[in-house]
């Protein structure tokens, strides 16, 4: 199986963010891991990986519910 790049979690539950990042590792998805808190910041760090030509993301594990921007409004810009 072909690693990933580079996985984006965004997730405001520090505990699913952490077994998502174990299993990330375990399974040797990849070793690039990025973390955010809510829909807004990872919105935030995409424009800035494409302002500064960095690599996008190849995964992105999006939880539904979070505060400032939930999924659906993440998804929808």
Known sequence: ???????LIIDDDEIS???????IKSFQLSDNIITKGDGLEALNYLKSCKNEHNDLPELI?????MPEMNAREFLSE
């Open 1 to 7: 199986m072909k690693k990933a790049n580079k996985v």
């Open 17 to 23: 963010t952490y077994i998502c990042c174990r299993l």
């Open 61 to 65: 594990f999006l939880d539904i519910i």
